[in-house]
């Protein structure tokens, strides 16, 4: 991922989490602030519905306390308490004493409990009330409700009951308000829906989450709410005077408003958020062209650094961080082409110094029996002039010899200096290992040389090579040489060719082995350094041209190696 999609991402992402954090609050806050808003309207509806209630309440006991003290009531209990009371006269004084204190229920009812003049159903005359007989005191007793029949069906009433001394009874004057939806319509319901739910009704409340609210009310009596996505009910029971649930009151306050409201912010944020990508879209290019353009730039210059052009320098466009940056670098680069010009011309003096070195402890072996022979020709000729043409025969052939040495010598150090680049063919590695065993089979197998075993492993399956043959020729030739020098007294040599599968690009290995003395870990190190050498007679010019022609064909070459136990040299080539 580019840094500049980084920038892209992490802006945008900011602010789509900024906008999902805000709507989650804002909805959060709005949900918190609607439902306090919704169960303080519903306390406040339920609140006035007891404040209604209980003034209803008072009201019905004064009422009914007027009908108990009017003259009508107070003849019939004078009537009554007759020996042969005549109680069919009184079938119309209850609707007459109803209508006078707007009371929707009035029921005059006989010591012996037995109605004598109903208001709301007069046909009920004659039936018994034995609620009335209940010993209770009546004129103690507040206002409840209570389960009234009337001919069309159960009503629900606010009664009160009040007595009237009739003789050795008492005449029972009971009656009230009816509880029904004009008495729920007179409380203040703004934005709320109200209704009273008769448990004695046949026909559920309306509404599933009304309906489930009521049957847990049913199981237990006291105030209940529940909630779903479209409303919120609260359920106040509503007891009669033994506590039996008679109806229940019923406030719906409807989410949809609430939901509206969400659906409006989860809209406007993902506006916003849509608003959000568009801004981290253009803030990123922005930025890009600020901030990775000069990093953009910086970097080309570390790549060109990288591939050798160490003079490269930064623009510097700023002074701030990056721009701190690209002067820090310049000042690097410049520190390090110095550092590396330094060491250009120390290295060339360590190798012109080590070339002298080793030209001098070359040639130092051959001029001294040159020099011998010079001497003893001398000698010869001032002491021994018959003898001089025997001696001069002797000494003339060691000068040829050691011209001869000191010319192999020269050449050595000439085939160094101009190795040439490698012309590339493709190439058999086993066709070359065959060819380079020919040429020391004669020299293996000579009379009077140590014994030496050949293992030869090769890969029949080889892939021919792009590669110089003569100048693998000559790197393998030096590597079997150097086998063979280790093993003075006989070994074996092995050499062995393979594929190295599943690496890419393809490779095979050439690998050289000896039972020789083998290497110190020092000597491993330093063994492929050019003029270093662990023999006695040689330039140490072998193996450095083996690590040279590896390194022109893009190879390279590992020695591993534990003292008296030889050495194995690998070669890698790309197939």
Request: charged share 20%; proline share 4%.
């Amino acid at each position: 991922m580019s840094f500049r999609t980084k920038i892209f991402v992490s802006i945008t992402a900011t602010v789509v989490l900024a906008v999902w954090i805000v709507a989650a609050v804002v909805s959060a806050f709005v949900t918190t602030s609607f439902e306090q808003r919704d169960a303080q309207r519903t306390a406040t509806l339920v609140a006035q519905f007891h404040r209604e209630f209980d003034r209803r309440g008072a009201d019905v006991s004064r009422r009914i306390e007027a009908v108990a003290n009017s003259d009508t009531v107070q003849r019939i209990a004078v009537n009554l308490a007759g020996s042969h009371p005549d109680t069919g006269q009184y079938y119309d004084a209850a609707q007459a004493l109803a209508s006078d204190q707007s009371l929707n229920f009035l029921d005059l009812v006989a010591p012996d409990e037995r109605i004598i003049s109903s208001a709301e159903w007069p046909a009920r005359f004659g039936y018994q009330e034995s609620w009335l007989a209940e010993s209770v005191d009546w004129q103690a007793q507040g206002t409840f409700l209570k389960r009234v029949e009337l001919a069309d069906g159960p009503a629900l009433g606010l009664i009160t009951v009040r007595t009237v001394k009739a003789g050795d009874g008492v005449l029972f004057v009971a009656g009230g308000f009816s509880l029904d939806q004009a008495f729920l319509d007179s409380l203040p319901a703004a934005g709320l829906h109200v209704e009273l739910y008769r448990n004695f009704d046949p026909q559920p409340a309306s509404g599933k989450l009304a309906a489930a609210l009521v049957e847990d009310v049913r199981r237990q009596a006291r105030e209940l709410t529940r909630t779903d996505a479209s409303a919120s009910v609260t359920a106040i029971p509503l007891l009669g005077r033994d506590h039996q649930l008679l109806a229940v009151l019923l406030v719906e306050s409807s989410r949809s408003e609430l939901a509206n409201l969400k659906r409006y912010i989860q809209g406007t944020a993902t506006a916003v958020g849509a608003a959000g990508v568009l801004l981290g879209l253009i803030l990123s290019f922005w930025t890009a062209s600020l901030v990775t353009q000069p990093v953009r730039e910086l970097a080309s210059s570390v790549r060109k650094v990288a591939s050798g052009d160490w003079d490269t320098r930064a623009s510097i466009r700023s002074k701030d961080e990056i721009g701190q940056l690209a002067r820090d670098f310049n000042q690097m680069t410049q520190q390090l082409t110095e550092q590396r010009d330094r060491m250009i011309q120390a290295e060339r003096v360590a190798a012109w110094r080590e070339l002298a070195r080793r030209l001098a402890h070359e040639l130092k072996n051959p001029l001294f029996p040159l020099q011998i022979t010079v001497e003893n020709l001398q000698r010869a000729r001032q002491a021994a002039p018959d003898q001089f043409d025997e001696v001069f025969r002797e000494s003339t052939a060691t000068l040829l010899a050691e011209l001869n040495n000191l010319k192999q010598i020269i050449g050595r150090f000439s085939d160094f200096a101009k190795m040439p680049a490698p012309h590339l063919e493709p190439v058999s590695l086993n066709q070359i290992v065959a060819d380079v065993m020919k040429l020391f089979e004669a020299q293996i197998h000579a009379p009077g040389h140590p014994r030496i075993n050949i293992q030869l492993q090769t890969d029949q399956d080889l892939p021919p090579i792009p590669g110089d043959p003569e100048q693998i020729r000559r790197a393998l030739s030096n590597l079997v040489l150097n086998a063979l020098d280790a093993m003075p007294q006989g070994g074996t040599l092995g050499i062995r060719t393979s594929s190295l599968n599943g690496q890419q690009p393809a490779k095979v290995a050439l690998e050289v082995s000896d039972t020789g003395q083998g290497l110190t870990p020092e000597e491993c190190e330093r063994l492929f350094t050019p003029y270093y050498t662990t023999k006695q007679h040689g330039t140490g010019l072998g193996l450095a041209i083996v690590q040279s022609v590896v390194s022109d064909h893009k190879g390279t070459i590992t020695v591993e190696s534990q003292a008296g136990k030889g050495a194995t040299f690998r070669i890698e080539l790309n197939a």
